[in-house]
């Protein structure tokens, strides 16, 4: 799928690489791909600015990994970094070798709020801080979106029967996680809460939510 992704913005003009943030030699990719951006627009421009700093902005959604990546690209912790969305409040320049700059920015989402399935995307990845929303019913949703895109991912994650309908399963995990109330009842909440976590940390598998054949 993400294969999919890089096609789909080198068909639309743009330039697009996958990496991994945790990865050093996807860390120096960047730097390379950066660095070749740099020398076009060196050579472009001839003598007229011989030495100058490439200004190089992160810009993405709240919550998906903007300050973590900037981390990996400086080296060291300079930007905080967190699971809350919108932690970064305030813009800042940050020196990145010689000649690169990079500007941090808070989140940015101008979401279609009547959309509601783009809206369950956004509050499954975390990216909407001023929606609330119940752990249960939200877990359900993304039980669904597993069952027909990822087949075997809640199988392989808590050894349960994935193949019945998306309360069932949400009991299953429960069960098998000791999410229980003071009489023994099932805490659906406490189990939702499981499962939207853990798909969000990555224990789930490396999940996609939209595919770049289903876009207008």
Request: aromatic share 6%; charged share 30%.
């Amino acid at each position: 799928m993400t294969k999919k992704w890089v096609e789909w913005f080198h068909t639309h003009g743009y330039t697009s690489i996958a990496i991994d943030a945790k990865k050093n030699n996807d860390i120096k990719n960047v730097f390379s791909q950066l660095n070749r951006r740099r020398d076009a627009i060196k050579e472009a421009r001839g003598d007229r600015i011989p030495n100058f700093d490439l200004k190089v902005m992160v810009v993405g959604m709240p919550n998906v990994g903007k300050s973590t990546l900037l981390n990996a690209i400086k080296g060291r912790k300079s930007a905080k970094v967190g699971n809350i969305p919108g932690i970064t409040k305030n813009q800042q320049w940050i020196r990145v070798q010689n000649n690169l700059l990079f500007l941090d920015t808070p989140g940015i989402l101008m979401p279609n709020r009547q959309n509601l399935e783009k809206m369950t995307l956004l509050q499954i990845l975390h990216s909407m801080e001023d929606m609330e929303y119940d752990e249960a019913d939200l877990a359900l949703k993304a039980i669904k979106l597993l069952q027909e895109k990822y087949p075997g991912a809640l199988k392989n994650r808590y050894t349960i029967d994935e193949n019945s309908s998306e309360l069932t399963v949400l009991e299953a995990i429960a069960k098998k996680r000791g999410a229980l109330l003071s009489k023994g009842e099932l805490d659906y909440y406490r189990a939702g809460a499981i499962v939207i976590d853990e798909l969000r940390k990555g224990k789930l598998g490396r999940i996609t939510l939209e595919n770049p054949d289903a876009l207008d």
